[in-house]
């Protein structure tokens, strides 16, 4: 499977953006779908996660309230819309594929696109 992310760019800090990652390839089995990111010099970290069914979802602390992860299948699309900005949101994100796996690391998430970048000035 590919995956393909896009919708990253500069706002300021308070604006809005919507990650998208359209998946490709073999897409006929259920999957969870996550979003990571990475700052410069740090790991990668998790971001948010939703079921293959969309029921379910999780999120890091630091994005609750502001992040919303969504995915319509039909379009083999996940979304990521993120509200208030804050500078701290800089990184590229990744969006990541699981067969199986519902949590948090992202050593277990066995698909990755190529990551969109975020820039948020203060």
């Known amino acids: 499977v590919q995956l393909q992310a896009s919708g990253g760019g500069l706002v300021q800090a308070g604006g809005s953006l919507r990650l998208s990652c359209v998946a490709s390839?073999?897409?006929?089995?259920?999957?969870?779908m996550g979003w990571f990111r990475q700052a410069p010099g740090k790991e990668r970290d998790f971001v948010s996660a939703?079921?293959?069914?969309?029921?379910?979802?999780l999120y890091a602390d630091s994005v609750k309230g502001r992040f919303t992860i969504s995915r319509d299948n039909a379009k083999n699309t996940v979304y990521l819309q993120m509200n208030s900005l804050k500078p701290e949101d800089t990184a590229v994100y990744y969006c990541?594929?699981?067969?199986?796996?519902?949590?948090?690391?992202?050593?277990?998430?066995?698909?990755w696109g190529q990551g969109t970048q975020v820039t948020v000035s203060s």
């Open positions: 990541a594929r699981s067969s199986s796996y519902w949590g948090t690391n992202p050593s277990r998430f066995g698909s």
């Open positions: 939703i079921s293959w069914g969309g029921t379910s979802t």
């Open positions: 390839g073999r897409t006929s089995s259920s999957y969870v």
